[in-house]
């Protein structure tokens, strides 16, 4: 495929997919968005990090060809105005595998989100968020060690479907008319706004499919479906019933739940088995500040992992250091998960964490996990020696604070 404005680097190959699988050459080529405010800032000192690392881990064996593509406040620059160019969906679609730093959306008109648009135009339906402590970062837990789940969040339906009725419009008013009258709903008051919550099969299914899958794969001793049922019978609580059904379904063998687990294990999982549970949505906040290590892996509807990633994230140290993906069936977007910071922009001085560990993700999809164990090491050694950003400066009697580059230096030379 040809394209305007992006350069497609000479010396890689793509990334492959075939029968659901990851197919990765030596040198793939990955995409990249440097994202706005402080993207410039993490982007270039990660990339450094991840380009060090694959290089210190396979001896020059293999190296990553990197592409940039555009989206945010750079594509309009470069596409005169426009902040989603066709190009750069085109170009994710044809190679694979990609990572974004922050993106602002634009005020007073076009894409509510630009985040939601490219999770929903490219149907990347898992927000995958692992949430574990890193060796000495500040926390406000007195065990923040216990914490350590991957929480699958249902990225594209929900709320986020964005199916919105403003108070006061024709469509508004014809839709109150319609629910009133011809279905006989009236729990709602006069001039409110009105959205629709939708709540497939299709949707559910395919991602506790793939939270179980990921449990499989990693040795994770259960899955637990977060909801609120209890309100929400036929959204929330269908979301649950679903989830039942593919474990049941599709994964017997692997899994048990916890009904069967009392009934006929005397309350003990038995070995070899996947644990397959479901907790109402505030007593999972409450399970995660109490006793986080009775979840392992979080499968929730779209608002609620929403919620529970940043408040998860802020018990190890905050969005700051909390990785994220959006994964699709032949695509995925690695992301920073905090916003663009603007009024640091080109200060070289905030935290690269989310981005850099976002980073690490990506490798481990990519199957390179030698890479992604020695960028973890070396972050940890470098918190060790108390060589910190400014966040984490604030936080720590007798840190060295430093910017954001020279974090990276640091780094590099603990890997």
């Known amino acids: 495929m040809g394209y305007d404005k992006l350069t497609i680097p000479s010396e890689g190959q793509k990334v492959t997919f075939s029968n659901g699988k990851i197919n990765v050459p030596d040198n793939p080529i990955l995409l990249y968005i440097e994202g706005d405010g402080i993207g410039y800032d993490i982007m270039t000192a990660s990339l450094r990090i991840w380009d060090a690392a694959v290089a210190r881990a396979y001896h020059g064996k293999r190296k990553i060809a990197w592409m940039e593509v555009y989206c945010g406040e750079k594509a309009a620059q470069v596409y005169d105005g426009n902040y989603m160019p066709e190009e750069t969906f085109d170009a994710l679609r044809e190679f694979g595998v990609g990572i974004k730093g922050p993106l602002t959306t634009p005020v007073g008109g076009g894409f509510r989100s630009l985040n939601v648009t490219l999770r929903q135009v490219l149907d990347l339906y898992q927000c995958v968020r692992p949430v574990r402590w890193f060796r000495g970062v500040p926390s406000p837990l007195k065990n923040p060690q216990d914490v350590d789940v991957v929480i699958f969040r249902e990225n594209t339906e929900d709320i986020y479907a964005g199916i919105e009725f403003e108070a006061g419009t024709p469509e508004n008013e014809k839709l109150a008319k319609f629910l009133r009258e011809e279905m006989g709903v009236t729990g709602f008051f006069e001039g409110a706004g009105l959205g629709i919550k939708p709540v497939s099969a299709f ?83 409450q399970h995660m500040l109490l006793r986080p290590r009775d979840h392992s892996i979080l499968a929730t509807t779209n608002l609620n992992g929403d919620y529970l990633s ?43 964490g989310s981005l850099l560990f976002s980073g690490v993700m990506m490798l481990e999809y990519l199957g390179w996990q030698e890479a992604a164990d020695l960028i973890n090491a070396a972050y940890e050694k470098t918190l060790d020696q108390k060589i910190v950003t400014y966040d984490f400066a604030r936080q720590m009697e007798g840190a060295t604070e430093v910017g954001t580059s020279q974090f990276a230096d640091v780094i590099i030379s603990n890997l």
């Open 203 to 285: 949707g559910s299914k395919r991602l506790v499919r793939a939270a179980i899958q990921y449990a499989i794969d990693h040795n994770r001793p259960s899955v637990t479906l977060v909801h609120k049922g209890n309100i929400q019978k036929f959204t929330e609580g269908a979301f649950v019933k679903w989830g039942y059904e593919v474990a049941s379904e599709e994964f017997a063998e692997r899994t048990i739940s916890w009904d069967d687990v009392a009934k006929n294990h005397g309350g003990k999982v038995p070995a070899g088995k996947i644990l397959i549970q479901d907790t109402i949505a505030d007593i999972t906040f």
């Open 310 to 352: 940043d408040a998860l994230a802020a018990e190890v140290g905050g969005v700051g250091i909390a990785p994220g993906a959006n994964i699709g069936d032949e695509v995925a977007l690695f992301e920073a998960t905090h916003g663009t910071a603007p009024k640091y922009t080109n200060l070289n001085k905030v935290n690269p």
